[in-house]
Each structure stands twice: as C-alpha cells, then as structure tokens.
C-alpha cells in the first residue's frame, strides 16, 4: 500500500451544547404575539399585556 492509498485521519468536533428551548411559543405576548423576554409574567413592550409561561 503506497502513500495515496492511506485514508485521511478523522478529527474531532465540538458539538456544543445547551442553545434555544424547544419551542419559543411560551414567550410570546398573550395578547398581540410578540417576544417578550423576561420571567413569566413580564410586560410586553408592545401593547402592556403579559407572557404566560406554560400555557
């Protein structure tokens, strides 16, 4: 078996770990649907209502 012949060496990736939840469904505005960040709960920035964690 010459030279070409050998398989290039395998390498190693980082798989990284943790990232976004599932599904973002739970963080939106009740009542008009935008993104709220913040604990459950918290004002929307957009028209005063609250994000409802779980539902």
Known sequence: ??????KPALQSVEVPTGGDAACWLPAL?????????????????????TRREGD
Do not use: F, K, N, T
């Open 1 to 6: 078996m010459g030279e070409d012949d050998r």
């Open 29 to 49: 505005c009740a009542d008009c649907g935008a993104m709220i960040e913040g604990p459950p709960g918290a004002v929307c920035w957009r028209c005063g209502g």
